[in-house]
């Protein structure tokens, strides 16, 4: 089997696994995540599709931020009401709700970068060509969580002190000095292993299923009205109508998992912060 752009409907809309021969119907599979190197092959700068999304999306992201910054007017147009609407979401919302009005002042930026971070590579998954979240990998993901749980241990530190945020993390109070040899390596291992790790599997596994379902409706659709016409063929109406749905759900998904990733930073930060 080999991966190419098939005729019809996935030629925008998505790749998919084909036999080399384009003999019947060939569900995407797990390989769709792992394509070939096209350059620098060999080096630690191997570039790949998924590769390539995150530079484009990054890209993006830091264009639309810098003319944001460049050309803001008094009277905002459409786009940057939009920009400042989401903005002031991620201050009030989210930050400023969750750890606290001064605190979430301080920790706002970096919650409301999270968010946008989350979003445009999630976002990536329905635009045709790109097709594949930038999230959809497991790197990108381990590396948000792991900003994450740094967050949380650096405004642990530098708001309670050192002492006082492993004393809090690892020692809760009002227990029985003699339960801390049982309970100790349990909060170890729950907040500073669990915590990031479900952060990374609950991101890359929403939106691998998300790829997974959109492909596949797609695939579908091409195979019923393109490749293989035959009485079946009406059934490529109901995949393809399937496609758009998930695709309307994707946009949802994309939305919902940054406001989640950004709102469990927010919380691990209070948690840390507002230790007792």
Known sequence: MGVHMTSGLDSVFAPVLVSASGDGFHAPDISDLFPPVFAFEGTVLGMDRVMMIRLVMCLVLVLCLVLYATRAKLVPGRVQTLMEMGFDFCRKNISEEIIGQELGRKYSPIITAIFFTVLFMNIAGIIPGFNLAGTAKPGFPLLLAVFSWFVF?????????????????????????????????????????IRPFTLFVRLLANMIAGHFLLALTLSASNYFLFAHLSTLSPLGILTFAAAFAFTLFEILVAFLQAYIFAVLTAVYVNLSVHAH
């Open 153 to 193: 241990v650096y405004a642990g530190i530098r708001e309670t002190g050192l002492g006082h945020f492993v004393k809090s993390s690892l020692f809760p109070p009002g227990v029985p000095w003699v339960l801390y040899i049982l309970l100790t390596p349990i909060e170890l291992i729950s907040t500073f292993i």
